[in-house]
């Protein structure tokens, strides 16, 4: 299968208030329809308020969907809930784990909350993946912001996903850190992850990407591997 099948996405947010009649919400995704292929690294290219975290927050089971349907790596993210679960790992945009345990902690809580046996749990294999190893034990909090951001790709690989999700990954990073992050995200998918990641910035899509879906206004205007669409432009 795909690695993600999206189609007749739709969703309307309820009005604040709830007092206007159905139907008056904000349409953040209107009738998206896309496949992400396995093995590459796919973009998700669009503005603020294009629908991106809607659709990321869709797959992650955060926000429900109007209508439409999504199967990841084949599961539906209804009907089987616990596999697509197991298919996707999510990185947010928000750097969240508890300052005060160390990065080996983080990884190892998680492994537990994925119910990844112990035995399978490959905490500090990971830590090296994302250049952590010699981090393991300090408290998270003193790790900079590019460890940090290295540490919560690590946690959304904890279960060993085939897919790997990134919401901006890059947003409001300096120059440095945006190419180590690229590099990072270069070698996981080398090792054979599918990677999707969001953004607005073109230059990080073209970079990175070797496919390209843009969206505007929750609708899919363009989805072209990333030599053709540069072409175009
Ligand atoms: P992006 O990630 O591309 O910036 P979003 O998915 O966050 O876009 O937002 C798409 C649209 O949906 C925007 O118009 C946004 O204001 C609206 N929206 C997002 N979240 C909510 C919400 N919880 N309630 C109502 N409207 C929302
Ligand atoms: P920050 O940039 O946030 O201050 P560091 O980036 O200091 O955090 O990273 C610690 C070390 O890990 C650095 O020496 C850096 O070169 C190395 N490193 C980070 N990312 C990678 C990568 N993708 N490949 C190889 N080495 C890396």
Redesign the pocket.
């Known amino acids: 299968p795909p690695a993600i099948a999206i189609r007749n996405l739709v969703k309307r947010y309820a009005p604040a208030g709830g007092k206007n009649g159905p139907g008056e919400g904000k349409l953040a995704l209107n009738d998206v329809s896309f496949d992400v292929p396995q093995g590459g690294i796919f973009g998700l290219l669009g503005p603020n308020g294009a629908g991106k975290s809607t659709l990321i927050n869709i797959l992650a089971g955060l926000v429900n969907k109007t209508s439409g349907t999504a199967e990841i790596w084949g599961f539906d993210i209804d009907k089987d809930r616990r596999n697509a679960k197991a298919s996707i790992g999510i990185v947010p945009q928000e750097i969240v784990f508890d300052p005060f345990f160390t990065p080996f902690e983080v990884l190892e809580i998680q492994g537990g909350l994925y119910g990844v046996p112990k035995a399978a749990r490959r905490s500090l294999e990971l830590l090296s993946e994302v ?1 952590l190893a010699d981090k393991a034990d300090a408290y998270a909090r003193t790790l ?4 940090k951001r290295r540490l919560l790709i690590a946690k959304a690989m904890v279960h060993s996903p085939p897919v790997l999700v990134l919401d901006e990954p890059t947003a409001g990073v300096d120059v ?2 945006r190419q ?1 992050l690229w ?2 995200v270069e ?1 996981l998918n080398s090792e054979g992850v599918t990677v999707v990641l969001t953004t607005h910035y073109l230059e990080e899509a073209e970079q990175l990407c070797d496919r390209i879906a843009i969206i505007n206004h929750g609708r899919l205007i363009a989805n072209k591997p990333t030599r053709e669409l540069v072409e175009m432009a």
């Open positions: 250049h900079s912001g590019g460890m440095e850190l180590q590099k990072l070698e």
